[in-house]
């Protein structure tokens, strides 16, 4: 039996003493002088073996620690070693490393037989010995092989899928990917899952990805344990469950995500901080020369209210207008396209392929840019063109003679690793600061990096702070990921857990920056583009998983989604919903979001009517934000009382501040403060007491006793006035006009024409009166 053994090990050996050994044994394997099958023979449990380690081992280290690989090895290959069936030694452990035609093996192997089934040596010796059997049954062998086939032909799809961009054929090729789960491929099972949950040129279908999951999560998948941590965390298809949450996380980023907004877990930045640097960690270390593809981060809710804003995405037209620039030989087009496909983003998909031909074209040209672009591609090399560095310098030095500062930071990043030229930092330095102060961030990065490690200069933390922030100003990941190792450890810094976890000022959050950069991060694009389909429930399945592993965007795009009545959640929960992620993206600092709950609470969606819990989300928005339209709602909450002292004048107030702050604030606070303005002169009038002011009022002491003489007298001016002007207009005749005269009698040979013109002489007598009157002139 295979492993039979592993359960017992466990429960011997606490963990620590297990890593302990397992690090024992590897620093046993690299003693060149002792043999391997002696280590492998130790599971024979005899003195010999302690003696064998204490003739060939010169370390005091082993000979400190031997009891503890002792137990290691008898716990663990003791009972992990098969036994075989069957040959010439049936029920005999096998022997590794065993003698086969001068060959060592080290496993169960297929040498030497024609069907296809694992044998194993009982003596090291076979050659020798002769005894042997088999490591399995007929039925396991039957299954092996049958896994085996079913390994091609996933491995067949994936390379398929990967190969291809049309949607069509990746529906088809995610069918024939389905037939092999249904053989029970653990990958293709999970590929299938997610494909079924996210709607990925799959029907989404929720329960049946469930289903999927929870079975693979029994066969220890870590990527299904994920997607089931996922779905209780936000009650997809299931009741939601932060206590089943943290048992089926298999992602670390939803564990960082938790500590540092507090979700599930007590609230610790500490927690947070050891979390978010294991996956940044991750994330840094799959950062290439060039980069990596590029995210593009859409708010829906922006998109839909302002469609004339720039979302960052390319418009097809845009993109074939660009492409038919460059196939006309315009350089700068060619260099664009060139750098949109090596990173992809902006609504175009990475092409390394159509990324090398544009800037194969531009270098052709004389493009500086793209010979250094070209050299990065060389440098890092791909699927589609292979890492050389003799290549790589060439392009970096064409493009550094003539200036280009990407050139000089290639050659810089040579000679630092010596890729293809000899290591020479004081060359590096002088490159980097050639392109650093050209503002070149590779340079800026690199610089930062050397001063940081006192690499060819002397060690200078403020310097490398100085140039990692520099970097940082432009995006560059590491450059994030450098300054949050500096203020976590306090390197050159005071150490501040409040610059690496503040939550006000996203950019701050370094190492949750550095996290967000993950590959992970291309589901945002999916997910946009299942939006752009009017595919809502899958665009908001996937931005609820994005949305719980922190991502604010994300969290703002699921609660605009839950405002159009996503099908795929019930009426009555989706304003709770919609208000508990518009409530996290407030509390990463998006004003939007913190109008958006203000205006829940005002109107009560979601929750319960509550105009003093508004007033104070529109504050916040107000004072921490300057946000124009929370300004606009507490004038208007102060002008009518709502929350709040009903104040006039504070409503002014509010209402100057928003048309200060925005001018789209202008027309709608020119009419608020129209309407305000009317309302205090009623309210002014109504103060006033205008009946007893009149009564109080003596006409003959302010107008003298005969002043109702005077108002008949001038009553009766303006009446004679009126009436002398009305008769003066009667009196205005215009003179009658004089009768048209006769027309001349008509010649004979006239008349067939007058006749066939009969339509215009019926239409001279309705002429209008200004052509009448020019006839007659």
Known sequence: MWFQGRATFDKRLNPRETLNSFSHLWLLLQFKNIKKRNIFQIHHLDLRSISILEENSQS??????VSILYLFFFFFFKNTVPVVNGGTAHGEPCIFPFLFQETEYMECTTDGRGDGRLWCATTYDYDQDKKWGFCETEEQAQQRLQAEETEKQYQTVLRMLNSTTRKTQKKELYEKLLKVAEKGHQKAMEKVAYAMLFGDYMNQNVTKAREMFEKLAMEGSPKAQMALGFLYAAGLGVNSSQAKVHLCLGLLHLWCTGYWGGVGVPQSCESALTHYRLVANQVASDVS?????????????DEVENPGSTSGMLEEDLIQYYQFLAEKGDVQAQVGLGQLHLHGGRGVEQNHQRAYDYFNQAANAGNTHAMAFLGKMYSEGSEFLPQNNETALQ????????????????LGMAYLYGRGVPVNYELALKYFQKAAEQGWVDGQLQLGTMYYNGIGVKRDYKQALKFFNLASQAGHILAFYNLAQMHATGTGVMRSLAFICTSNTNWKCLFKNVCERGRWSERLMTAYGSFKEGDLDAALVQYLLLAEQGYEVAQSNVAFILDQRARIFSENETYPRALLHWTRAAAQGYTVARIKLGDYHFYGYGTDVDYETAVIHYRLASEQQHSAQAMFNLGYMHEKGLGIKQDIHLAKRFYDMAAEASPDAQVPVFLALCKLGLIYALQYLQDLNLKELISQVDLDQLLGPEWDLYLMTVIALLLGTV????????????????????????????????????QAQEETPEQGPAQEEEEQH
């Open 60 to 65: 005091l280290f082993v000979l400190n620690q």
């Open 723 to 758: 009436i002398a002007y009305r008769q003066r207009q009667h009196q205005i005749i215009v003179p009658p006009r004089p009768p048209a005269p006769a027309p001349p009698p008509r010649p004979p040979q006239e008349q067939p024409q007058a006749q066939a013109e009969p």
């Open 395 to 410: 392009y970096f030095k064409k493009a550094s003679d003539l200036g280009n500062p990407v050139g000089q930071s290639g």
């Open 289 to 301: 020369l060039t980069g990596g593809s590029a995210v593009q981060r859409i708010r829906l809710l």
